[in-house]
């Protein structure tokens, strides 16, 4: 546990301690930020059965030593299949391939913390939830999710959704439910809205029929049919509704440019939809997992409330307390935190 402590405190640090001109906003970032993101790459990367879903990755690995590489992509996500099956025959163990998936979301991490005004705050609000749980449990999704924040930086850098459909599209390579954030921003876009909107949905529809269109039986199968459902996941959805109302309520006082308060309030009211979902609908898992990919705008909004207190440093405190609070009550009251605690790294636990 004390790991987990140790890099929020090394981030929560440079909350509170940054001011203006932070270095993650240089283009030669500080050897300091660095070593940061290293640290979270090695946490991720080196972890030895830490997760819930630990078994099912080392089975997936496994199975990827014994076929080709056709058919091992059949059997779940093309993406993080063949990154199993090029590790295995480079001889390397699943550790490699935890490391290639840190590095991935590590990088859309802090890509998109870097365009905000308080980076640091900004990863501190992601390490309880989105880098312990989501990243250190949820191997392809994670990498997804990263892939995803990298598109949502380029957005807020002013790309425009056909090149965020292409981040999308990789994202889905690691996870197909990936698909589901495009749609989510097809009106958005303040430029050219109706021919972005066609390419936006003419990408999605192109998606759709390349990684769902086969597997929609067996998702519904598998998560409504079957009832499957997540321990946690009405906590998670709670998580989005905190930014989501704010950002209703007050995302023109954010500093916010109105192009990002569109895509972030597309994120809230999708984030209460999910809310009426979890209790109509008979599968907590199906919400949970795409509840999940509205998880960054805890990032965006929640630094950003520091800014509306007249002292600066209250606010990051107050930000930096609430974000303790999750990993407090998380590391010790949730039910599969003991897959978590302790934490073990490959060396020393293989």
């Known amino acids: 546990m004390l790991l987990y402590w140790l890099l929020f405190a090394l981030f929560a640090t440079g ?15 500080s050897s300091l930020i660095l070593l940061a993101g290293i640290f979270i790459i090695i946490l991720i990367g080196l972890r030895y059965q830490v ?35 090029l ?15 840190a590095v991935i979301f590590t990088w859309g991490l802090l890509r998109l913390a870097r365009t905000q005004p308080m980076p640091w705050l900004a990863v501190t609000v992601a390490i309880p939830y989105l880098v312990i749980v989501v990243a250190m449990g949820y191997s392809r999704q994670a990498v997804a999710i990263g892939i995803i924040m990298a598109g949502l930086a380029a ?5 425009s959704l056909v ?12 996870h197909k439910t990936a698909v589901v954030v495009l749609p989510l921003l097809i009106f958005t876009s303040e430029r050219n809205r109706f021919l972005n909107a066609l390419a936006a949905i003419a990408g999605f529809v ?19 049919e079957a009832e499957y459902s997540s321990q946690g996941a009405a906590i998670r959805v709670a998580m989005n509704l905190v930014p989501a109302f704010i950002v209703l309520l007050r ?9 990002e308060v569109r895509i972030w309030r597309a994120f809230a009211w999708t984030s209460i939809g999910l809310l009426v979902m979890l209790v109509l609908s008979p599968s907590s898992t199906a919400v949970d997992r795409i509840a999940l990919y509205m998880m960054p705008m805890q990032m965006i909004v929640l630094p950003r409330v520091a800014m509306l207190f007249q002292n ?16 407090f009550t998380w590391l010790n009251f949730a039910t599969h935190a003991t897959f978590w605690v302790p934490y073990h790294f490959f060396p020393f636990g293989d």
């Open 15 to 29: 909350a509170i301690l940054s001011t203006g001109g932070d270095p993650f906003r240089s283009k030669r970032p």
């Open 155 to 159: 957005l807020a850098r002013g790309a």
């Open 163 to 174: 090149r965020f459909a292409i981040y999308v599209a990789a994202a889905a390579l690691f």
């Open 206 to 224: 192109l998606l759709y029929d390349v990684f769902l269109a086969e597997d929609v039986d067996k998702l519904v199968k598998n998560y409504v």
């Open 312 to 327: 600066p440093l209250v606010g990051r405190l107050v930000v930096v307390a609430y974000a303790a609070s999750i990993q």
């Open 87 to 101: 590790v295995q025959r480079a001889g390397f163990k699943i550790w490699l391939v935890n490391l290639i998936c």
């Open 51 to 85: 997760g819930a879903d630990w078994r099912s990755y080392e089975f997936m690995f496994s199975f990827a030593g014994y076929v080709d590489w056709g058919r091992v992509i059949e059997y779940g996500d093309p993406g993080y299949q063949t990154v199993n099956w």
């Open 251 to 259: 995302g023109r006082q954010l500093g916010l440019s109105s192009g």
